[in-house]
């Protein structure tokens, strides 16, 4: 046997730096990085004179927080995942023994630690992020186990609480304003359906180890109606509410970008399991590129210092 083979063939005694990269899942830190952006963009304030503000807000939801709360996951979730992908980190054994755990409590550690650099509301926003992270994944909350409240608080974490973070904290602390809320709140409402396109791949598994995902409740067909629903129906309401504050071309440039969404959902909606991955892949980028729209809508109204 040669070295190779027999470095192969030895117990791992702790994991190899990209094992702990794939852990973490960079991939799955765009979307509240982006949100958090999206508040910076909506606040009105000059980009560049906070950019090191930003970068550090940007540095806290993503290989931060939303890191910490795929660590959480994966590790409470690993019965799970040895059966729908027995190939990830540590079903697979090459994320030994509780090193999992421990890197989830590590990076739980360093993102409170971080935030505190972002002020109050920076800190207690992030506190409430790691909290859900934690509600949604362990025992005995784990929420999780039902499709209705685990997604919306992966969705609050994701999209809301880091769109309002990225508003508070371009503000010195201030409160973001009713407009700022109406519009994180709407798009987390969304996010609720984007997360029920990441359950189609796991239904099997899900069914078996007792976790009632959307469809395991309701079926794939009947999962994949309420996702369309939840994804296009709050983007109409932002458009309304930009039309409303009188800012009508950022309203048809996010309703035009929700209609472009259909045919997509209209093949999902066809086949669901085969499908919900291309929805993600081509759906979810026009919905955030109406979150950003909308958000430079909202720029335009506090630049002028309008209520």
């Excluded at 994320?95 to 630690?113: E, K, N």
């Excluded at 930009?242 to 035009?256: C, N, T």
């Excluded at 045919?263 to 999902?268: G, N, Q, T």
């Amino acid at each position: 046997m040669d070295t190779q083979s027999l470095e192969l063939t030895k117990p791992l005694i702790r994991p190899r730096l990209r094992t702990v990269a794939e852990l973490l899942k960079p991939i799955t830190w765009f979307p509240p990085v982006w949100a958090f952006a999206c508040g910076a963009v909506a606040s009105g304030q000059s980009l560049s004179d906070h950019w090191l503000l930003i970068c550090s807000g940007l540095i806290l939801t993503g290989p931060l927080v939303c890191a910490s709360s795929q660590a959480v996951n994966d590790w409470f979730d690993r019965h799970v995942d040895a059966i729908n992908e027995p190939q990830r980190p540590i079903p697979s054994g090459r994320m030994p023994g509780q090193w999992g755990l421990g890197i989830a409590v590590l990076w739980t550690v360093l993102s409170l630690l971080w935030a505190t650099l972002m002020g109050t509301w920076g800190f207690v926003a992030c506190a409430l992020a790691i909290a859900l992270s934690w509600a949604y994944s362990a025992p005995p909350v784990r929420l999780k186990n039902n499709g209705w409240y685990g997604n919306a608080a992966c969705a609050l974490s994701y999209e809301g609480l880091a769109w309002l973070t990225g508003t508070a904290v371009m503000l010195g602390g201030a409160w973001p304003g009713e407009k700022a809320i109406y519009l994180a709140l709407l798009y987390s409402l969304g996010a609720h359906g984007i997360m029920t396109l990441n359950d189609f791949k796991a239904i099997e598994g899900d069914r078996q180890m007792g976790v009632a995902s959307l469809p395991v409740q309701l079926g794939a067909s009947g999962a994949a109606r309420v996702a369309c629903v939840l994804m296009w129906l709050p983007q109409v309401a932002v458009a309304a509410l930009l039309m409303h504050w009188q800012l009508p071309w950022h309203a048809l440039a996010v309703l035009v970008l929700s209609f472009l969404q259909w045919p997509l959902m209209w093949k999902f909606l066809k086949h669901p399991i085969e499908r919900a991955l291309y929805v993600s892949a081509f759906g979810v980028p026009l919905f955030v590129s109406g979150m950003m729209v909308s958000a430079w809508g909202l720029r335009q109204i506090n630049a002028m210092g309008v209520s």
